[in-house]
């Protein structure tokens, strides 16, 4: 069961977290992907909102890690984003995901930066301009319910969606250690920007 799944979590990690010594990412990997998705354990969490995917907190892993579940509205997506630093292992729970797979900008700018579009510019070539080029996506991954990917930074970044035109789609994720912020990528210009805090739609089942 779900409960089952966070149980174990918090054995395996205890006080420390997936750069731990000794904390195996693989076995994290296994167990999520021996627990069959059940809507009876996960249906309590999954709050979707119109327009938009939800982060609903299921356990906060006494802030060593945050399991939580997304829930995800037909043809929703987040932007590009990296993970600061974190360990990401993603379940799906229903329905299905796209996950696709970013190289890393060769010179992450912010969008405070000055970068010349490519466009109509007298100052294209003066030095501290940076040429705005879009993203590489490298892989995409079609993800079915019960399978399981892992995600960290020193992999590139990612998006994900739901492709699905008729149905919303669900996923369980794990992240440590947990993080309150991350960088959003843009696709055409490969510029950074911070996600603002990231926040809870629910927690432990309860709207917040």
């Excluded at 000055?114 to 080029?133: C, F, I, L, M, P």
Aim: hydrophobic share 30%.
């Amino acid at each position: 069961t779900l409960d089952d799944l966070v149980k174990f979590l918090h054995r395996e990690l205890g006080d420390n977290g997936l750069d731990s010594e000794g904390v195996d990412v693989e076995r994290i990997r296994q167990m999520m992907e021996n627990y069959q998705s059940n809507s009876d354990d996960w249906g309590k969490y999954a709050h979707f909102d119109k327009g938009r995917y939800t982060r609903n907190l299921v356990d906060d892993g006494n802030g060593k890690f945050n399991l939580m579940i997304l829930a995800w509205p037909e043809t929703i997506g987040s932007a590009i984003h990296d993970h600061s630093g974190s360990h990401c292992l993603m379940k799906i729970l229903d329905g299905t995901l796209h996950e696709s797979l970013y190289e890393w900008p060769d010179k992450v700018l912010s969008e405070g930066d000055t970068a010349d579009s490519g466009v109509g510019s007298d100052n294209s070539d003066d030095e501290g301009r940076q040429k705005a080029t879009a993203m590489t996506m490298k892989e995409l991954h079609v993800l079915k319910t019960n399978q399981v990917a892992y995600m960290h930074d020193k992999l590139g970044l990612h998006a994900v969606s739901n492709p699905l035109t008729n149905k919303g789609s669900v996923s369980l994720h794990l992240y440590t250690p947990p993080y309150e912020t991350c960088k959003t990528f843009n696709a055409r210009s490969s510029k950074a920007r911070s996600s603002g805090k990231c926040v809870f739609y629910s927690s432990k089942g309860q709207k917040i």
